[in-house]
């Protein structure tokens, strides 16, 4: 599966993606919805996954992004951008954040991964959500 794969609503598109993300996220032991939830600042957002603990409270909140070679420069930061406008919002009392993507990608100057570990997020590759869930625990 390439890159350009995720188009779709199916299980290669970015629903699939936001689906096995939050299937990833239930293997590891978590409970995983997909909410709309109120952040700090009362900004309603719908974030795309976020797990939580068998007592119900939240562990982690997942944001999925494309990242597809296509999608224009632009876009990518516009998506970026975004993801941390919404998890900005979500940063109360330690809950950490990660934004999956297929594969990260580099643009110009911006150094995506110090932009997200400033709000207590990682930006990470669909490959490595399994390890990011090992260390919640």
């Not at 390439?2 to 990833?24: A, H, M, P, W, Y």
């Not at 990242?67 to 998506?79: F, G, L, M, P, V």
């Not at 490959?127 to 090992?134: G, H, I, K, W, Y």
């Amino acid at each position: 599966m390439g890159l350009g794969d995720f188009t779709s609503d199916d299980n290669t598109g970015i629903k699939g993606l936001e689906q096995r993300v939050r299937d990833e996220i239930e293997e590891h032991g978590y409970n995983a919805k997909k909410v709309r939830e109120e952040g700090l600042s009362g900004n309603t957002w719908e974030l795309d996954a976020v797990a939580y603990s068998s007592d119900g409270s939240p562990v982690a909140y997942f944001e999925v992004k494309d990242a597809s070679e296509d999608i224009a420069k632009q876009t990518y930061r516009n998506h970026m951008t975004r993801a941390i406008a919404e998890l900005i919002d979500f940063r109360e009392e330690g809950i950490p954040g990660a934004v999956v993507v297929p594969q990260k990608r580099e643009f110009g100057n911006k150094d995506w991964d110090a932009l997200f570990e400033s709000i207590n997020c990682t930006l990470i590759e669909e490959r490595e959500l399994p390890e990011f869930l090992s260390r919640l625990d």
